[in-house]
């Protein structure tokens, strides 16, 4: 069998090109220019590929009977990604750092029960996304 790995993530935007800058500013995500067109843009996330699409991405995936109504806060969850980071220290930075680009905190940075410090945010499009830190596994 062909070697098998989550390769994309998309996110749909109404402003592909200001999402896209958001998670550039908060996590240090390049832009893969190559793959830049006048409905998306896409950011190397080490390894798997960030990508954000204008409404016509709809259309163009025969996916129109889904677009999400216009709405306000809160924006329905269907699904989340999560970054890990290197540090607790990142996982509180990387939150206060969300706010003042945009994004909201949806639940403070706090230690899970399966080990690990984590914050719940959301982008300006009200996009949900989680930032962790993996601690050390309690001793034995």
Known sequence: MAEVRLAYVNLFARDFVGLAHFYKD???FPEIVAHRSPIYRCLDAGGVELGFNADAAYDLLALAD??????????????????EVGSTAVV???????????????????????????AVLADPEGNIFRVNHRLAAPAA
């Open 66 to 83: 889904r677009r999400s109504p216009d709405s306000d806060w809160p924006m329905p969850v269907g699904c989340y990604f999560t970054v």
């Open 26 to 28: 908060l996590f240090g």
């Open 92 to 118: 509180e930075a990387l939150a206060s750092q969300c706010v003042a680009l945009g994004g909201r905190i949806c639940k403070a940075p706090y230690l899970t029960y399966y080990n690990t410090r984590q």
